[in-house]
Structure formats: C-alpha cells, structure tokens
C-alpha cells in the first residue's frame, strides 16, 4: 500500500475557488475519488474519475467541481469553483473502486480501499 497526501487546502472566502491534488501512482487502474466531511456530519462523496476517464460528481458540487487526472503520474485533482460555507469539511482522497464506474454519481466508500489522510477546506464569508 502505497500513502497518498493531498495537498491544496486552505481557507478561502465565499465565491473563491481552491484545487487539491492527489498523487496516486500506484493506482492507476482503479476509479479515484474525492469524498468529503464535515464536522458531525458523514463522510460523502463528491466526485470521481474512472480508468476510462469518466467523471461522477454528487449533485451538491455538480457544475462547480471538476475532477481530473494526470495520467503520466497518476495526479488527482479537484478543482473546486464558486466555493460556499458549506463546502467546508475534510476532503479526502480515495483509491481502489472497481476501474469502471459508468453511474453519473460517485462510489460508496466501501468501494475504495485506499485513503489520504485528509486536507482541511474552510471557506469563510
């Protein structure tokens, strides 16, 4: 098992916009994806990329949020757009789901079975 870290959290205010990257080399052949969590909330997932390149996104960041990935290195990222409070929480990358994923919304967690240790994001107004 290879670590992954993100990188590219911070503070931001309302409207701003921030990315986050992934190195996921060791995992290229396997779905990645970008979950997130607030504080008492659940763990949710936001978005994904498959080995086939196509993207899911949950409905709360569809439109604002883009998912992508380097191939050469096997990057992850998360642009993050037009960002609101509620944006704010823990984003988490993830490793391991099934290498195709044709739904237009992200895996469960228990479909990945590689995690970073998280990023913090707070978006202030």
């Known amino acids: 098992q290879v670590p992954m870290v993100e990188s590219g959290g911070g503070s931001v205010q309302t409207g701003g916009s921030l990315r986050l990257s992934c190195p996921a080399s060791a995992y290229k052949y396997t779905t990645l994806g970008w979950f997130r969590q607030a504080p008492g909330k659940e763990r949710e997932g936001i978005a994904s990329i498959d080995s086939d390149d196509h993207t899911s996104y949950d409905e709360a960041v569809k439109g604002r949020f883009t998912v992508s990935r380097e191939k050469a290195q096997n990057i992850l990222y998360l642009q993050m757009d037009n960002l609101s409070a509620d944006d704010s929480g823990i984003y988490y990358c993830?490793?391991?789901?099934?290498?195709?994923?044709?739904?237009?919304?992200?895996?469960?967690?228990?479909?990945?079975?590689?995690w970073g240790q998280g990023t913090q994001v707070t978006v202030s107004s």
């Open positions: 993830a490793a391991g789901a099934p290498a195709r994923w044709s739904p237009d919304f992200p895996p469960p967690a228990q479909a990945f079975h590689y």
